[in-house]
């Protein structure tokens, strides 16, 4: 299973663009990258995925590094209730199962 | 379309004892997953079915079983309860084939007294 790597925190203003990195550099050539994000006391909701393209949804952008090593979220116009933990993972082939890290705690300030 | 399902919201048990928890899974969706979640280990991984099969397991004991009916939903059941099986217990589901992400319920609070 691919392991990443996110950092712990981060903080944005409302309204700017919140750039989460991270850092999945043992990713097979079979798995897509899934962002998660958990708001407190519920299920995780599902974001954005991709395998090697960038992709965009009503939510979020995607982007991922030509190596694959490494994607970044970008939620472009950040609210207060995109205030949440946000977890990157990685699934793909027979692998069934996600593997979550600690994830970003994001915070939005106003 | 309704969301996944979980019941019970809240359950409180007590030290040696056994439960199950309940999941239905969205209408169309063939496979079902259940995570567990403390604050000391984050998210992790229980099983996966797909067609009442188990598709995956995690590292948990025998304790933790898990079942999927013929109509998707599922259930997990945790033998000989202990302290440390206190958390938040996630199920979530998906069609199974492709790589539509997976749609998680709001999950089952489980206490062990």
């Known amino acids: 299973d691919a392991k990443t790597t996110q950092p712990t925190s981060m903080d944005c203003a409302e309204g700017r663009a919140a750039n989460l990195p991270c850092n999945h550099s043992t990713i097979s050539g079979n798995e897509y990258v899934y962002w998660y994000r958990q708001i407190h006391s519920q299920g995780p909701q599902y974001i954005i995925h991709?395998?090697?393209n960038n992709e965009t949804n009503e939510m979020a952008s995607l982007i991922i590094t030509e190596d694959r090593k490494s994607s970044t979220l970008i939620l472009p116009h950040a609210t207060l209730r995109d205030t949440a933990v946000y977890y990157c993972t990685a699934q793909g082939g027979s692998n069934y199962k996600l593997t979550f890290g600690k994830g970003t705690l994001l915070t939005v300030n106003p | 379309k309704a969301g996944v399902t979980q019941t019970p919201r809240y359950l409180i048990k007590t030290r040696g004892q056994q439960v199950t928890l309940s999941c239905s899974p969205i209408?169309?969706?063939?496979?079902v997953s259940w995570y567990q979640q403390t604050p000391g280990q984050g998210l992790q991984f229980l099983f996966e079915?797909?067609?009442?099969?188990?598709?995956n397991k995690g590292n948990f004991p025998g304790r933790f079983s898990g079942r999927q009916f013929s109509n998707s939903r599922s259930e997990m059941n945790v033998s000989t309860l202990e302290l440390g099986d206190s958390a938040l217990y996630l199920c979530?589901?998906?069609?199974?084939?492709?790589?539509?992400?997976?749609?998680f319920g709001s999950g089952t609070r489980l206490t062990v007294v």
């Open positions: 979530a589901s998906s069609p199974g084939q492709g790589t539509i992400g997976y749609t």
């Open positions: 079915y797909f067609s009442e099969t188990q598709r």
């Open positions: 991709g395998l090697k």
């Open positions: 209408s169309g969706h063939r496979s």
